[in-house]
């Protein structure tokens, strides 16, 4: 069983940054964040799989970066140019394949809030 745990949420002007933690209680194949807005689905954000590969949603791209400590066993996202569009839950997955669909993770934090105003 992983457990992950989110930290880093919070309020902030378009423009902005944000750095958004995962602490992860076991190591899996791969992990990747998701966000949810208020009616919509959840959509992938950011991956990265064992090898350190990651890809990222085109609406992030340049934006957005996903990184890993494994020291720490800590998976992190950095937000900069936040937009309003940003905002949403934002949740960490793990699991053992690599995909943009929720249904291939195993493992989900409670998620943070990203609230980004114009």
């Known amino acids: 069983q992983v457990q992950l745990v989110e930290s880093g949420g919070g309020s902030v002007q378009a423009g902005g940054s944000l750095r958004l933690s995962c602490a992860y209680t076991?190591?899996?194949?791969?992990m990747g964040w998701f966000r949810q807005a208020p009616e919509k689905e959840r959509g992938g954000v950011a991956i990265?799989?064992?090898?350190?590969?990651?890809t990222y949603a085109d609406s992030v791209k340049g934006r957005f970066t996903i990184s890993k400590d494994n020291a720490k066993n800590t998976l992190y996202l950095q937000m900069n140019s936040l937009k309003p569009a940003d905002t949403g839950m934002y949740y960490c997955?793990?699991?053992?394949?690599?995909?943009?669909?929720?249904?291939?993770?195993?493992?989900w934090g409670q998620g943070t809030q990203v609230t980004v105003s114009s």
């Open positions: 997955a793990a699991g053992y394949r690599c995909s943009y669909g929720t249904n291939a993770y195993n493992y």
């Open positions: 076991a190591r899996t194949y791969c």
């Open positions: 990265r799989d064992s090898d350190g590969s990651t």
